[in-house]
């Protein structure tokens, strides 16, 4: 008698496969059965597509059109940076921290680590295909971004600006929707060939310095949060925030050495997981800001004695 066990596992293997829920592959519904949220990606981020009834995202007054600007710790600028957010606060059975741009403001939302325990729901069935009509299929010209008219020296100038001086700091949403206008604008620049590719790549350096203060910022946003300190009230230098091996702000660590000075604690292994490092994202801030300064003033010595 042939053996049939190869064949009796690849049929509960392909059973396996197609109880799968369909949005299970998608990044922009990672965890949607449990969460009841589901994401698109938006020209400068991610909205909020569909908030399913009686869910959790629901519960937590999360609406349809909200963008989203942070997960917990991460900045998402991409589904694929939302899903990861999602499973590591599933992963750790954690709260999911939610800030999102609503009108003029942000509002603060959670969704209760609790939402990792409801039932996993069964995917609706796909809605039937409509037939495309000739005005479907006729493409529309993207129009001309703004970013693609922008100049070296409106580049220069708008990085200054990011750096707050003596002036309070603002507030993160605006501060990495400039961010990201200002990448746009770079590689708006690099593609038209308008500006000396040392010039790109050297603000491409600087950028990098103003990313990882994105970094440290959000760090103390989620502390802020954590502790539900009052938005009008400044952070201290000396405020702490935890810190993984894994995480953004140890990668950023790394990628900037000064920063050590910052680092009061490394991770290390716990008798149960990791123990948490300790450092000061504010003080770190302000360091990449004026690291970053200094680059760009640097950058337009050159640039100025090249004559461009």
């Keep these: 008698m042939a053996n049939t066990r190869p064949m009796r596992v690849a049929v509960a293997l392909a059973a396996v496969l197609a109880a799968v829920p369909a949005w299970a592959a998608n990044p922009c519904e990672e965890g949607r059965e ?46 694929a940076d939302y899903a990861r957010a999602v499973r590591d606060a599933r992963d750790g059975r954690k709260a999911l921290l939610v ?14 680590a609790t939402t990792w325990q409801r039932a996993v ?43 707050p001086g003596d002036r309070p700091p603002g507030q993160l949403a605006d501060y990495s929707h400039r961010l990201l206008r200002l990448h746009r604008q770079l590689e708006a620049l690099a593609a038209r060939h308008t500006a000396p590719p040392a010039a790109v790549d050297g603000l491409r350096t600087v950028l990098r310095y103003f990313d990882a203060a994105e970094v440290a ?67 770190a801030r302000g360091l990449l800001w004026s690291r970053g300064g200094e680059e760009l003033e640097r950058l337009t010595e050159w640039l100025g004695g090249a004559g461009r």
């Design 34 to 79: 449990q969460t009841g949220l589901a994401l698109a990606a938006r020209e400068g981020g991610l909205e909020i597509a569909a908030v399913d009834p009686d869910s959790a995202a629901a519960e937590s007054g999360i609406r349809t059109g909200d963008a989203l600007v942070q997960v917990n710790a991460m900045l998402p600028r991409s589904c």
């Design 99 to 112: 800030l999102v741009r609503r009108g003029e403001g942000t509002v603060p939302l959670a969704l209760a």
């Design 121 to 163: 729901a069964t995917a609706p069935p796909p809605p039937p295909l409509e037939a495309p009509s000739v005005r479907a299929l006729t493409a529309t010209p993207a129009p001309v971004p703004v970013e693609a008219r922008a100049s070296l020296d409106d580049l220069v100038r708008d990085l200054r600006a990011l750096i």
């Design 217 to 283: 910022w959000a760090a103390d946003e989620s502390v802020r949060e954590h502790e539900r300190r009052p938005r009008h009230l400044p952070s201290s230098e000396g405020q702490a925030a935890p810190f993984f091996a894994d995480s953004d702000a140890a990668a950023t660590i790394e990628e900037f050495p000064f920063l050590r000075a910052t680092v009061s604690r490394d991770p290390r292994p716990g008798l149960v997981g990791e123990s948490s490092g300790l450092w000061r994202p504010v003080q």
